[in-house]
T-cell receptor, first 116, second 116 residues
Framework: DAGVIQSPRHEVTEMGQEVTLRCKPI?????LFWYRQTMMRGLELLIY????????DSGMPEDRFSAKMPNASFSTLKIQPSEPRDSAVYFC??????????????FGEGSWLTVV | AQTVTQSQPEMSVQEAETVTLSCTYD???????LFWYKQPPSRQMILVIR??????QNATENRFSVNFQKAAKSFSLKISDSQLGDAAMYFC?????????????FGTGTQLKVEL
């Protein structure tokens, strides 16, 4: 299996620019998560989807952040406009919910974002 | 709300020796999952081991084993015959069995150094 695929792996952008991070979950998985990792705050859940529907976006820091999942095999996390404090590693993760509690969450390799 | 605490920011172990990483958690739930994830310098989050709270038997995966003490809400990771490749940040994580959206709550991590 290919695993969770994220792109880009690294991105350096200037403050004020739009950033789009992409994720392809593991085939067959029906739940998708976006996490952010920083030194100060550790690993934070930003948003998650079940069957392409956003379930909980309470972790999204502010309106500059938005996430979509147009189909079962693709999701995006967009930051517009970006700020230096958005610099972090952004992880996408997926799992298969077996009609109930589900199984293990698998992570992508992360997207390293630096906003200068 | 569930919380996960890792009280050891850093640990060191000699190659071939055994090391134990500590984790405690707080929950009012009776059924849940616990995980240990490894994060090497590449930043990828790699699942090490998983424990279902309803199982009394401690999980093992090759050189990795856990000591799960449900009453004490403790979930430590033991690494036997430590290898240089084990050097990484280790995160303990909790997930509810039902409800809660299947999201993981992470501890702050323990940085493991393996010395020759």
């Amino acid at each position: 299996d290919a695993g969770v695929i994220q792109s880009p792996r690294h991105e350096v952008t200037e403050m004020g620019q739009e950033v789009t991070l992409r994720c392809k979950p593991i085939s067959g998985h029906n739940s998708l998560f976006w996490y952010r990792q920083t030194m100060m705050r550790g690993l934070e859940l930003l948003i998650y989807f079940n069957n392409n529907v956003p379930i909980d976006d309470s972790g999204m820091p502010e309106d500059r952040f938005s996430a979509k999942m147009p189909n079962a095999s693709f999701s995006t996390l967009k930051i517009q406009p970006s700020e230096p404090r958005d610099s972090a590693v952004y992880f996408c993760a997926s799992m298969w919910i077996l009609g109930g509690p589900g199984n293990t969450i698998y992570f992508g390799e992360g997207s390293w974002l630096t906003v200068v | 709300a569930q919380t996960v605490t890792q009280s050891q920011p850093e640990m060191s172990v000699q190659e071939a020796e055994t090391v134990t990483l500590s984790c405690t958690y707080d929950t009012s739930e009776s059924d849940y999952y616990l995980f240990w994830y490894k994060q090497p310098p590449s930043r990828q989050m790699i699942l090490v081991i998983r424990q279902e709270a309803y199982k009394q038997q401690n999980a093992t995966e090759n050189r990795f084993s856990v000591n799960f003490q449900k009453a004490a809400k403790s979930f430590s990771l033991k690494i036997s015959d430590s290898q240089l490749g084990d050097a990484a940040m280790y995160f303990c994580a909790y997930r509810r069995l039902t409800g809660g959206g299947n999201k993981l709550t992470f501890g702050t991590g323990t940085q493991l150094k393996v010395e020759l």
